[in-house]
């Protein structure tokens, strides 16, 4: 039996994934802080948690996070900035995904195919960054994403066969984007996720450490 565990699986993209995970045969484990109590901002709540499961699981899926936290929004311009909203966005982004990989790799099988990938998002590549902006959650989603290319060095030493990515999901209609999609197209939760795990079933260890969108196309860092 192939096994998967959905971090965030009461969110819009979170919840799709366990569905679609599901119907393709696989046995599911999915939390979440509002069903399971599991804080990603606090590394007991996470220890708690993922200490108490038994792997092998050969996806563990990140799916957590949040554009706008707290009432605090996106900034449009530096001036906006705050301290407050920025360390909102790096402990629920950035730290939250760092701590759940630091307790996720005694889970992951040493010795057969296997898939960590945490959910990133386009904007915070630095070298697709042609807008300026959102400064806080574009600077928190950039350093997960050096978090897991860090990551990822470190497990093919240990696990010869596992890939640890970044993904980035397309624009997709949830709670999460609902304020923000002025006429951007977006996609249903479902298909997103059937698309993302589309691309983990595509990944080969030698991609291991790199960023890919919904297509399965390299994203710049």
């Known amino acids: ?27 599911v484990t999915g939390l979440s802080r509002s069903a399971d109590g599991l804080d990603v901002t606090d590394e007991a709540s996470i220890a708690q948690h ?4 038994e792997g092998p699981f050969q996806r563990i899926i ?25 360390a909102l966005q790096f402990a629920l982004n950035t730290i939250g995904p760092a701590l759940v990989m630091k307790h996720s790799v005694p889970l992951l099988p040493r010795d057969a195919p296997c898939v960590m990938a945490a959910l990133s998002a386009r904007v915070g590549s630095i070298g697709d960054n042609k807008a300026g902006g959102w400064h806080s959650y574009r600077a928190s989603k950039a350093a997960l994403n050096q978090i897991i290319r860090g990551a990822a060095i470190e497990l093919g030493r240990t696990h010869k066969h596992a890939v640890c990515v970044a993904l980035h999901p397309g624009t997709v209609a949830t709670t999460f984007t609902e304020k923000y999609l002025g006429r951007h197209p977006a996609v249903p939760a479902g298909e997103a996720a059937s698309n993302l ?25």
């Not at 993922?50 to 499961?53: E, P, S, T």
């Not at 990140?62 to 909203?85: D, Q």
């Not at 595509?202 to 991609?207: I, M």
């Open 62 to 86: 990140i799916a957590t996070g949040a554009l706008e936290i707290e009432g605090h929004a996106p900034e449009k311009a530096l001036k906006h900035l705050s301290a407050e909203a920025m």
């Open 197 to 221: 795990l589309q691309v983990m079933e595509g990944l080969s260890p030698g991609e291991s450490g790199q960023f890919f969108d919904w297509a399965g196309k390299r994203v710049a860092w």
């Open 50 to 53: 993922l200490g108490a499961l």
């Open 1 to 27: 039996m192939t096994r998967a565990l959905v971090i965030g699986a009461s969110g819009g993209i979170g919840r799709a994934l366990c569905t679609e995970l599901a119907a393709q045969g696989w046995q």
